[in-house]
């Protein structure tokens, strides 16, 4: 399969090394910390969005945030480049209306899906990301064989955006995981207790969890500022949702807050 690939980063570096090894050709945006090694391993390059986005039969946006997107798709043409039959993967987490809004501007008999994953960067090495779509049935059988190739878990959740649904549900809840070990860890610390050594001790008990595991890796102070920036992106993104339609949750709220501060 002929891709095309804009974001090559921490986490689409590795995505798109194990797509290339899937055997999919790929023609990326030369910008990211992957650049020089995925160049050696035969991915060809390019400092044109257009140029990327008119010659695949899959489009792949792996990068920060909405207005990264809008700026690439929008913006800079690349979404209007794109060829009918073609396939816009949209691995951003981000507004679900964002996603809509694409499909609304794409050229006839492009499909947009919006394709959100959850895993490390380890885990794109290693091709066991857990990847969530929104979309129609069609287009995400013509991804598949791109998206199994880095990851080990593909949902088809349902219509367009609501794999972005999905992915800020989760990171919502994950942010609640981390704000109450932490919280937890600090009782622990106020009694004498060593917070890394519960941590661990926690992993073999029920109290296990994603955010627990960091913790016991790490420490709090770190693990909390190094999760910061994405995650009140996407908690933030997660409120704003949920208030379009009306949704609230009393439990949530100091979360939110704790994230995104009037």
């Excluded at 972005?164 to 009694?191: C, T, Y």
Aim: glycine content about 10%; proline content about 3%; aromatic content about 4%.
């Amino acid at each position: 399969m002929q891709v095309g690939w804009i974001g090559l980063g921490e986490i689409g570096g590795p995505m798109a090394r194990r797509a290339l090894l899937a055997g999919h050709r790929i023609l990326a945006y030369e910008r990211g910390q992957a650049v020089k090694e995925l160049r050696a391993g035969g991915v060809a390059l390019s400092r044109d969005y257009t140029t990327i986005a008119a010659a695949c039969e899959v489009l792949t946006i792996c990068l920060f945030n909405d207005a990264q997107v809008k700026a690439v798709l929008l913006d800079q043409g690349a979404l209007a480049a794109m060829r009918p039959g073609s396939v816009l993967v949209l691995h951003t987490t981000g507004s679900p209306e964002l996603a809509r809004q694409l499909q609304d501007a794409a050229p006839e008999g492009v499909a947009v899906l919006d394709a959100t994953f959850s895993g490390s960067p380890a885990q794109a090495e290693h091709g066991t990301l857990t990847i969530m779509v929104g979309g129609a049935t069609e287009a995400v059988a013509r991804a598949q064989p791109l998206l199994a190739s880095y990851a080990a878990r593909v949902h088809h959740v349902g219509l367009l955006g609501q794999g972005q649904v999905v992915k800020l549900l989760n990171n919502l809840l994950f942010a609640a995981n981390l704000r109450f070990a932490a919280e937890v860890l600090g009782l622990a610390e106020r009694q004498g207790l060593d917070p890394g050594t519960c941590a661990r001790i926690f992993q073999g008990c029920s109290s296990a969890s994603t955010a627990g595991a960091l913790f016991a890796d790490a420490g709090v102070a770190e693990t909390l500022d190094r999760t910061h920036a994405f995650l009140s992106k996407d908690v933030a993104t997660a409120a704003d949702s949920l208030q379009e339609l009306g949704l609230s949750s009393a439990m949530l709220a100091p979360v939110i807050a704790s994230y995104v501060p009037d």
